[in-house]
DNA sequence: ACCTGAACACCGTTCAAGT
DNA sequence: ACCTGAACACCGTTCAAGT
């Protein structure tokens, strides 16, 4: 059995998938990657240039399964309005349900030279250009007090809302929410998706 | 020459801080941080019972002085509107001039056992508690609208601020904001604040 | 109490070698 | 092309020992 598998690099991605949901971290080792992948510690190197590489692969498929969960839960909304509000509830919940793998996608771990690495700037983009359809969709239809021809008012309303849903992911699972009042996690998410929305709405909404 | 300091303890934070800077990373090694102090790899180890407890203590300063720069910024605003813009600014500010420093403030190199130790999670509510008390004497002058014996909801108002700029600053430090544009930074900041403003304002403010 | 030096079990990465 | 085993320069942490 000179070959495990005609894809190690896809096993390896999958094993680093696996720790990443068991020990809820990513600060797992290299070498415990190829362990779990059934080969020797440095035959991830015949795959990719180093284990940075290693975490931008497993990164980008984060931001596949995180497009996936907002696409899917976007689908079947009436007005963009409802649609931006399930985006952001299924955003937030898939960074709680993903903990380690939500850290990895936007945390140092990735970052080379204080730069993200180009596939991940890519997914990024892809994210954005997701939330700039639907803000478009409702400046049109009259819902948000976005002006559609001003591209800086766009990048604004865009950014804003990606802000307050990713910040709270973070914070929530850094355990840094209020702790004021026994608020429920759910009411929480409800209260700060209201003030998002408020911020977008046009005033005859 | 035993000793080389009264305070090894102190001389290892500011050997840390030091590194973060020069380096704007956290994932040095303690072993750095001892030779940067000028002791041998363990003697922290008299200090701090691990590599972890060096970091949280690195990561309280960066809790003081994010909370010193926006108190100073929250000085001599009029307006609690007006406050609350400057802090969000000097927020942010801080976090994009000390991007390393930020980033371990928060990140997974904190957490054990997925929570943050106490005097991160102290430090958070402190941050907190700076907000609400802006948010309240807002919502009491009328230009927020906050329902200031209601719990939830200032809880939600001061979450949905902390949230925008945090998830913000940490998009910004990854390079991930809008380039569509060729929008400087500066008027991106403006165009979120002014969002974030939105969704706390009363309709007739 | 505070620090040192040796030691242990790990890393990421490189290199020569095997098929 | 794809993988192995030995090797290098590091880690974090522990322990016995020194003042």
Known sequence: MTYHHGDLRHALIDAALDLLAETQRWDFSLREVARRAGVSHNAPYAHFPDKNALLAAVGVRGYERLR???????????????ALVAIG?????????????????FGQALAVDGQMPEPI???AAAARGLLREIILRGA???SFSVDPDNGDDIAGAVMSAWSLVHGFTLLAIDGLTSRETELEADRLIDLILLRMMKGLASKDA
């Open 68 to 82: 996936g969960a907002t696409v899917a839960a976007a689908e079947g909304c009436q007005t963009a309005a409802q």
């Open 140 to 142: 049109r239809d009259g």
């Open 89 to 105: 509830r299924a955003y937030i919940t898939f960074g709680l349900g993903n903990v380690a793998h939500y850290r990895l996608m």
């Open 121 to 123: 700037r890519a997914a």
